[in-house]
C-alpha cells in the first residue's frame, strides 16, 4: 500500500498569510494526487486534482505542484472561510489512500 | 448540477447488517466509476471500495474485504454498499463519490454500538 505523509498535522495562521502543507508519497505516484478541504458536517471538496489543476470554481489562492513523490498545497493568502481539515489523496493505485489531515487555523 | 444523495444509515448492533443507497444526478452516472469513502468519528478519511463504471473490476479496503460488497445499477444511477458482520469500529459517516476526483455526497451516518 501507499503511504501519504501528510504534515503538519496543524497549523494556525493569520488571515492574509501564505500557508504550505506537504504530502509525501512512500512510492512514485505520477501526479495523480487530490487535494481536499474538509469542514465539520460537510462533505469533503477536491479543490486541486492532477497534483496541480485548480477544480472549477476554486478560489485561485489555492494551488498544488509536485510530482512523483512530493506534493505541496499553497493557500496564498489565507482568509476565514479557509478554516478546516485538509487532506491530500492518492490514486495511482489500490487502496486509494489519504494523508493524515492539517486542520487549519486562525491565530 | 451534480448531485449525490446517501441514505440507509442508521443504528445497528455489532454483528447486525445494514445496506446504503447513493442516488445520483446531474451526470452520466453509467460512464463513471465510483467509491464509498468514510470517517469515524473524530478520524481522518478513509477509503472503503471502489467499482468501474461496468461493475467489472471491484476494489475493497483490507478492513472491509469479505464484510462489505458495492454495487450499482446504472439503470437507476444508484450505488449501493451493503455491509454485513458489523463491527463498532465501522461507525462513521459513509460518502459516495464521483470518479477519482469529482464530486461527493453529503455523507449518511453509520453507528454501531449495542
Known amino acids: 500500500d501507499i503511504q501519504m505523509t501528510q504534515s503538519p498535522s496543524s497549523l494556525s495562521a493569520s488571515v492574509g498569510d501564505r500557508v504550505t502543507i506537504t504530502c509525501q508519497a512512500s512510492?512514485?505516484?505520477?501526479?495523480?494526487l487530490n487535494w481536499y478541504q474538509k469542514k465539520p458536517g460537510k462533505a469533503p471538496e477536491v479543490l486541486i486534482y492532477d497534483a496541480s489543476t485548480l477544480e472549477t470554481g476554486v478560489p485561485s489562492r489555492f494551488s498544488g505542484s509536485g510530482s512523483g513523490t512530493d506534493f505541496t498545497f499553497t493557500i496564498s493568502s489565507l482568509q476565514p472561510e479557509d478554516i478546516a481539515t485538509y487532506y491530500c489523496q492518492q490514486y495511482d493505485s489500490f487502496p486509494r489512500t489519504f494523508g493524515q489531515g492539517t486542520k487549519v487555523e486562525i491565530k | 448540477e451534480v448531485q449525490l444523495v446517501e441514505s440507509g444509515g442508521g443504528l445497528v448492533k455489532p454483528g447486525g447488517s445494514l445496506r446504503l443507497s447513493c442516488e445520483v444526478s446531474?451526470?452520466?452516472?453509467?460512464?463513471?466509476?465510483m467509491n464509498w469513502v468514510r470517517q469515524a468519528p473524530g478520524k481522518g478519511l478513509e477509503w472503503v471500495a471502489y467499482?468501474?463504471?461496468?461493475?467489472?473490476?471491484?476494489y475493497y479496503a483490507d478492513s472491509v474485504k469479505g464484510r462489505f460488497t458495492i454495487s450499482r445499477d446504472n439503470a437507476k444511477n444508484s450505488l449501493y454498499l451493503q455491509m454485513n458482520s458489523l463491527r463498532v469500529e465501522d461507525t462513521g459517516v459513509y460518502y459516495c463519490?464521483?470518479?477519482?476526483?469529482?464530486?461527493w455526497g453529503q455523507g449518511t451516518l453509520v453507528t454501531v454500538s449495542s
Open positions: 463519490s464521483k470518479g477519482s476526483t469529482g464530486t
Open positions: 446531474g451526470f452520466t452516472f453509467s460512464s463513471y466509476s
Open positions: 467499482i468501474i463504471s461496468s461493475s467489472s473490476y471491484i
Open positions: 512510492q512514485d505516484i505520477d501526479n495523480f
